[in-house]
Protein backbone atom coordinates (compact mmCIF):
# COMPACT_ATOMS: atom_id res chain seq x y z
CA UNK A 1 0.00 0.00 0.00
CA UNK A 2 2.62 2.35 1.01
CA UNK A 3 4.48 1.67 -2.06
CA UNK A 4 1.87 2.32 -4.42
CA UNK A 5 1.09 5.59 -2.39
CA UNK A 6 4.67 6.70 -3.15
CA UNK A 7 4.68 6.11 -6.36
CA UNK A 8 1.46 7.87 -6.86
CA UNK A 9 3.74 10.71 -5.18
CA UNK A 10 6.40 10.23 -8.16
CA UNK A 11 3.86 10.32 -10.49
CA UNK A 12 1.86 13.34 -9.43
CA UNK A 13 5.75 15.32 -8.89
CA UNK A 14 6.69 14.35 -12.51
CA UNK A 15 3.18 15.78 -13.82
CA UNK A 16 3.14 19.19 -11.81
CA UNK A 17 6.03 21.07 -13.58
CA UNK A 18 4.36 20.06 -17.25
CA UNK A 19 1.02 21.24 -15.39
CA UNK A 20 2.28 24.42 -13.73
CA UNK A 21 3.83 25.57 -17.47
CA UNK A 22 0.72 24.90 -18.99
CA UNK A 23 -0.94 27.17 -16.59
CA UNK A 24 1.38 30.09 -16.47
CA UNK A 25 0.52 32.78 -18.38
CA UNK A 26 2.39 33.97 -21.27
CA UNK A 27 5.00 36.96 -21.33
CA UNK A 28 4.03 39.71 -23.60
CA UNK A 29 6.58 42.14 -24.36
CA UNK A 30 5.13 45.46 -25.83
CA UNK A 31 7.76 48.20 -27.32
CA UNK A 32 5.29 51.08 -26.75
CA UNK A 33 2.58 51.94 -25.25
CA UNK A 34 0.50 52.30 -28.48
CA UNK A 35 1.22 48.25 -29.29
CA UNK A 36 -0.12 47.57 -25.64
CA UNK A 37 -3.19 49.49 -26.44
CA UNK A 38 -3.65 47.75 -29.89
CA UNK A 39 -3.10 44.56 -27.88
CA UNK A 40 -5.96 45.77 -25.32
CA UNK A 41 -8.04 46.85 -27.59
CA UNK A 42 -7.92 43.56 -29.92
CA UNK A 43 -8.92 41.45 -26.82
CA UNK A 44 -11.78 43.57 -25.61
CA UNK A 45 -14.85 42.26 -27.21
CA UNK A 46 -17.76 44.48 -28.29
CA UNK A 47 -21.01 43.47 -26.06
CA UNK A 48 -23.72 42.01 -27.97
CA UNK A 49 -26.10 43.21 -26.69
CA UNK A 50 -25.40 46.79 -28.04
CA UNK A 51 -26.38 45.42 -31.43
CA UNK A 52 -29.34 43.83 -30.04
CA UNK A 53 -30.58 47.07 -28.80
CA UNK A 54 -29.69 49.26 -31.64
CA UNK A 55 -31.38 46.82 -33.56
CA UNK A 56 -34.35 47.50 -31.66
CA UNK A 57 -34.08 50.89 -31.30
CA UNK A 58 -33.58 51.16 -35.27
CA UNK A 59 -36.67 51.61 -38.06
CA UNK A 60 -36.89 48.57 -39.91
CA UNK A 61 -35.70 48.93 -43.82
CA UNK A 62 -38.11 49.04 -46.12
CA UNK A 63 -39.37 45.65 -47.77
CA UNK A 64 -37.27 44.67 -50.63
CA UNK A 65 -38.69 45.14 -53.80
CA UNK A 66 -39.98 41.70 -55.22
CA UNK A 67 -38.08 41.87 -57.90
CA UNK A 68 -39.09 41.78 -62.05
CA UNK A 69 -42.23 40.40 -63.19
CA UNK A 70 -40.17 37.48 -65.25
CA UNK A 71 -38.47 36.65 -62.34
CA UNK A 72 -42.15 36.22 -60.12
CA UNK A 73 -43.39 33.96 -63.10
CA UNK A 74 -41.00 32.11 -62.93
CA UNK A 75 -40.87 31.38 -59.34
CA UNK A 76 -44.92 30.91 -59.62
CA UNK A 77 -44.39 28.25 -62.70
CA UNK A 78 -42.05 26.34 -60.70
CA UNK A 79 -44.43 26.23 -57.37
CA UNK B 1 -53.27 32.44 -27.29
CA UNK B 2 -54.92 35.09 -29.63
CA UNK B 3 -51.94 36.15 -32.85
CA UNK B 4 -50.95 39.73 -32.52
CA UNK B 5 -49.91 40.76 -35.98
CA UNK B 6 -49.62 43.78 -35.05
CA UNK B 7 -46.29 43.77 -33.17
CA UNK B 8 -43.45 42.98 -34.53
CA UNK B 9 -40.93 40.74 -33.10
CA UNK B 10 -38.03 42.39 -31.71
CA UNK B 11 -34.98 41.75 -33.90
CA UNK B 12 -31.69 40.43 -32.61
CA UNK B 13 -29.18 41.94 -35.28
CA UNK B 14 -28.58 44.41 -37.70
CA UNK B 15 -30.44 43.76 -41.21
CA UNK B 16 -28.22 43.72 -43.83
CA UNK B 17 -27.78 47.48 -44.88
CA UNK B 18 -24.97 50.01 -45.58
CA UNK B 19 -25.35 50.75 -41.70
CA UNK B 20 -25.19 47.35 -40.47
CA UNK B 21 -22.00 46.60 -42.56
CA UNK B 22 -20.56 50.40 -40.78
CA UNK B 23 -21.18 48.88 -37.17
CA UNK B 24 -19.94 45.62 -38.21
CA UNK B 25 -16.09 46.97 -39.21
CA UNK B 26 -16.21 50.51 -36.60
CA UNK B 27 -18.33 48.82 -33.59
CA UNK B 28 -14.84 47.54 -32.45
CA UNK B 29 -12.98 50.89 -32.37
CA UNK B 30 -15.46 52.90 -31.19
CA UNK B 31 -16.57 50.70 -28.07
CA UNK B 32 -13.00 50.66 -27.06
CA UNK B 33 -12.26 54.01 -27.52
CA UNK B 34 -15.66 54.76 -25.08
CA UNK B 35 -14.88 52.15 -22.58
CA UNK B 36 -11.23 53.55 -21.91
CA UNK B 37 -12.02 57.24 -22.49
CA UNK B 38 -14.76 56.93 -19.75
CA UNK B 39 -13.65 53.55 -17.95
CA UNK B 40 -17.03 52.44 -17.27
CA UNK B 41 -18.30 49.58 -19.14
CA UNK B 42 -22.07 50.13 -18.61
CA UNK B 43 -21.50 53.63 -19.77
CA UNK B 44 -19.66 52.52 -22.96
CA UNK B 45 -21.62 50.24 -23.41
CA UNK B 46 -24.77 53.29 -23.25
CA UNK B 47 -22.20 55.88 -25.32
CA UNK B 48 -21.77 53.06 -28.14
CA UNK B 49 -25.69 52.71 -28.64
CA UNK B 50 -25.64 56.29 -28.69
CA UNK B 51 -23.00 57.66 -30.81
CA UNK B 52 -24.59 54.69 -33.50
CA UNK B 53 -27.84 55.75 -33.18
CA UNK B 54 -26.38 59.72 -34.00
CA UNK B 55 -24.52 58.07 -36.82
CA UNK B 56 -27.39 56.44 -38.17
CA UNK B 57 -29.53 59.84 -38.19
CA UNK B 58 -26.84 61.96 -39.41
CA UNK B 59 -25.72 59.53 -42.14
CA UNK B 60 -27.48 61.92 -44.99
CA UNK B 61 -24.84 64.96 -43.66
CA UNK B 62 -21.82 62.56 -44.29
CA UNK B 63 -20.05 64.22 -46.59
CA UNK B 64 -16.58 61.93 -47.43
CA UNK B 65 -14.60 64.75 -46.23
CA UNK B 66 -13.05 62.57 -43.59
CA UNK B 67 -13.06 58.71 -43.25
CA UNK B 68 -16.06 57.28 -41.69
CA UNK B 69 -13.87 55.96 -38.79
CA UNK B 70 -12.59 60.17 -38.43
CA UNK B 71 -16.74 60.73 -38.38
CA UNK B 72 -17.39 58.35 -36.28
CA UNK B 73 -14.95 59.09 -33.66
CA UNK B 74 -15.54 62.60 -33.59
CA UNK B 75 -18.71 61.90 -32.90
CA UNK B 76 -17.45 59.32 -29.59
CA UNK B 77 -15.55 62.26 -28.33
CA UNK B 78 -18.32 64.98 -28.35
CA UNK B 79 -20.47 62.54 -26.53
CA UNK B 80 -17.66 61.34 -24.03
CA UNK B 81 -16.83 64.63 -23.57
CA UNK B 82 -20.37 65.36 -22.82
CA UNK B 83 -20.83 62.80 -20.77
CA UNK B 84 -17.48 63.72 -18.82
CA UNK B 85 -18.51 67.37 -18.18
CA UNK B 86 -21.24 66.37 -16.61
CA UNK B 87 -20.08 63.70 -14.27
CA UNK B 88 -17.29 66.09 -13.59
CA UNK B 89 -19.54 68.67 -12.11
CA UNK B 90 -20.64 65.80 -9.58
CA UNK B 91 -17.15 64.30 -8.88
CA UNK B 92 -14.25 65.95 -8.68
CA UNK B 93 -11.62 64.47 -11.54
CA UNK B 94 -7.85 65.09 -10.42
CA UNK B 95 -5.15 66.27 -13.40
CA UNK B 96 -1.84 65.03 -13.97
CA UNK B 97 -0.05 67.94 -13.06
CA UNK B 98 2.94 67.73 -15.97
CA UNK B 99 5.78 68.60 -13.16
CA UNK B 100 5.47 65.38 -11.75
CA UNK B 101 6.14 62.97 -14.83
CA UNK B 102 8.91 64.92 -15.40
CA UNK B 103 10.73 64.45 -12.51
CA UNK B 104 9.57 61.26 -12.50
CA UNK B 105 12.29 58.51 -13.25
CA UNK B 106 10.47 56.43 -15.99
CA UNK B 107 12.22 54.97 -18.70
CA UNK B 108 9.30 54.85 -21.18
CA UNK B 109 11.40 53.71 -23.90
CA UNK B 110 11.58 50.41 -22.53
CA UNK B 111 9.35 47.53 -23.36
CA UNK B 112 6.82 46.97 -21.21
CA UNK B 113 7.07 43.04 -19.89
CA UNK B 114 3.74 41.91 -18.69
CA UNK B 115 1.97 38.84 -18.10
CA UNK B 116 -0.94 38.04 -20.16
CA UNK B 117 -3.65 37.91 -17.49
CA UNK B 118 -7.42 38.81 -17.30
CA UNK B 119 -6.15 41.67 -15.34
CA UNK B 120 -4.28 43.54 -17.87
CA UNK B 121 -7.40 45.06 -19.01
CA UNK B 122 -7.92 46.58 -15.60
CA UNK B 123 -4.27 47.85 -14.94
CA UNK B 124 -4.41 49.38 -18.46
CA UNK B 125 -7.87 51.70 -17.36
CA UNK B 126 -6.25 51.88 -14.16
CA UNK B 127 -3.41 53.95 -15.86
CA UNK B 128 -5.52 55.51 -18.13
CA UNK B 129 -7.76 57.16 -15.24
CA UNK B 130 -4.90 58.76 -13.55
CA UNK B 131 -4.12 60.92 -16.52
CA UNK B 132 -5.82 63.81 -17.62
CA UNK B 133 -8.85 63.42 -20.32
CA UNK B 134 -6.45 65.14 -23.07
CA UNK B 135 -3.74 63.04 -22.57
CA UNK B 136 -6.03 59.55 -22.67
CA UNK B 137 -7.98 60.31 -25.75
CA UNK B 138 -4.43 61.18 -27.75
CA UNK B 139 -3.15 57.52 -26.48
CA UNK B 140 -6.44 56.08 -27.52
CA UNK B 141 -6.51 58.08 -30.76
CA UNK B 142 -2.79 57.33 -31.73
CA UNK B 143 -2.88 53.82 -31.07
CA UNK B 144 -5.34 53.49 -33.51
CA UNK B 145 -3.02 52.59 -36.75
CA UNK B 146 -5.67 54.23 -39.24
CA UNK B 147 -5.53 57.53 -37.99
CA UNK B 148 -2.82 59.85 -39.45
CA UNK B 149 -0.99 62.41 -36.52
CA UNK B 150 -2.91 64.85 -38.95
CA UNK B 151 -6.58 63.14 -38.60
CA UNK B 152 -5.48 62.91 -34.67
CA UNK B 153 -4.73 66.90 -34.47
CA UNK B 154 -8.00 67.58 -35.98
CA UNK B 155 -10.08 65.00 -33.92
CA UNK B 156 -8.80 67.04 -30.89
CA UNK B 157 -8.15 70.81 -32.18
CA UNK B 158 -4.54 70.70 -32.48
CA UNK B 159 -1.70 70.57 -35.11
CA UNK B 160 0.16 67.66 -35.90
CA UNK B 161 3.28 68.80 -33.85
CA UNK B 162 1.16 69.70 -31.11
CA UNK B 163 0.11 66.01 -31.22
CA UNK B 164 3.46 64.40 -31.44
CA UNK B 165 4.83 66.84 -28.55
CA UNK B 166 1.89 66.20 -25.87
CA UNK B 167 2.07 62.21 -26.51
CA UNK B 168 5.74 62.06 -25.53
CA UNK B 169 4.64 63.11 -22.17
CA UNK B 170 1.20 61.29 -22.29
CA UNK B 171 3.79 58.04 -23.23
CA UNK B 172 5.86 58.71 -19.87
CA UNK B 173 2.92 59.69 -17.51
CA UNK B 174 1.02 56.38 -19.14
CA UNK B 175 4.11 54.01 -18.53
CA UNK B 176 4.81 55.58 -14.58
CA UNK B 177 1.47 54.94 -13.49
CA UNK B 178 1.24 51.50 -15.57
CA UNK B 179 4.21 50.32 -14.18
CA UNK B 180 2.66 51.25 -10.62
CA UNK B 181 -0.29 49.13 -11.00
CA UNK B 182 1.71 45.90 -11.00
CA UNK B 183 4.94 44.00 -10.93
CA UNK B 184 6.77 43.92 -14.17
CA UNK B 185 7.81 40.66 -15.36
CA UNK B 186 11.61 41.27 -15.59
Same mark, same amino acid.
Given at each position: ? +???? +? ?22 ? *? ?13 ? @? ?12 ? @?????? @? ?7 ? *??? +??? | ?5 ? /? ?6 ? !? ?13 ? #? ?15 ? &? ?22 ? $???? #?? #? ?8 ? $? ?12 ? $? ?21 ? #? ?16 ? /? &?? !? ?29 ? &? ?10
Amino acid at each position: M +KRQT +KNQTASETRQTPALRQETQPAVLE *FNSVEELLRHDAIHT @PVPPAIEHRLARAL @PAPPPQ @PAGPWWRRW *FRG +KRS | MAERPD /VEEPRATL !EASPFADLYREHSRA #IYYLALRYLGDPERAED &ATQDVFLKAFRKMDQFRGESSWRT $WLYR #IT #INHCRNLLQS $WHDRHVVSGVDDAL $WETTPSASDSPLRVLETRELGER #IQEALDGLSPEYRLLLLL /V &AD !EELTYEEVGALTGQSPDAVRGKLHRARKAFT &ALFRKTGDEVP
